[in-house]
């Protein structure tokens, strides 16, 4: 396992949970957070024992954005790179090849709903705030949230809360489809890992081309989209997992996926 100044990662049983590290200021975007995040999302994506990765905060919060006082004191190119930095990092996110689950504890603001709207599957506790509050600085969201957030939700609601800056809580988040459950605050970890293991039941080969069949599709248009993600599920029936799933469907037992 490594060891990390701004993050902590532990893996078991398949799930590796990817905590923020930095509770002194609600976990605060840094460079060096950035740098370690990148660190060991390759890690992650490289190995064969992890089937899903969680993604969670220390302390009472998610993530609270970028640390303005480090940004206050970068020249225009240093801002330039650090933003570079964190898109690639919030895209690696995204492309990962194992689901991800963000496990928003607490506020999700800025960079911090950017991080989670990368994820593939977010669960809030109650009482998390959710937000792209950017322009209340006189600036706007800068790594992918004024693309990310109206793909989710729809134009006229992420209008709605980037142009006020106002944040929504988990409750209302769950209405607009920012988030996919809510659950009582403390439980939040809990319920990501349930649901890790509900994926984690699935055949995992199939997992992975359904996910690697959004995400490529989302960027082409329906008609290549679907040609795509047909290819996939060409490629699923290949496989032993398919002759395992389809068997243990008709002699009524629990699947044995290997991967295969």
Not at 76 to 91: G, T
Request: aromatic share 4%; hydrophobic share 45%.
């Amino acid at each position: 396992m490594r060891t990390y100044r701004t993050i902590l990662s532990e893996s078991k049983d398949g799930i590796c949970i990817l905590t923020l590290n930095r509770p002194e200021v609600y976990n605060a975007i840094s460079r060096e957070l950035i740098a370690e995040l990148g660190d060991e999302l390759a890690a992650v994506d490289e190995s064969a024992d992890v089937k899903v990765l969680i993604v969670t905060g220390a302390g009472k919060g998610f993530q609270a954005g970028a640390d303005i006082r480090e940004l206050s004191k970068m020249t225009p190119l240093k801002l330039l790179r650090y933003n570079e930095s964190l898109v690639r990092v919030i895209a690696a996110v995204e492309r990962l090849r194992q689901p991800v689950i963000a496990a928003v504890n607490g506020p999700a603001l800025g960079g911090g709903l950017e991080l989670a709207l990368a994820c593939s599957i977010r669960i809030a506790a109650e009482g998390a705030l959710l937000g792209l509050p950017e322009v209340k600085l006189g600036i706007i969201p800068g790594a992918g949230g004024t693309q990310r957030l109206p793909r989710l939700i729809g134009k006229g609601r992420a209008y709605w809360m980037m142009l006020t800056g106002d944040p929504v809580n988990a409750e209302e988040a769950l209405r607009l489809g920012l988030v996919n459950r809510v659950v009582p605050r403390g439980e939040v970890l809990t319920a990501a890992v349930e649901t890790a293991r509900k994926i984690m039941a699935n055949g995992p080969l199939a997992i992975e081309l359904c996910k690697n069949a959004v995400e490529i599709g989302m960027d082409l248009p329906l008609e290549h989209a679907v040609q795509y993600a047909q290819k996939n599920c060409v490629t699923c029936f290949s496989t032993e997992d398919m002759k395992e799933g389809t068997a243990a469907f008709i002699e009524k037992r629990k699947p044995d996926f290997r991967g295969r």
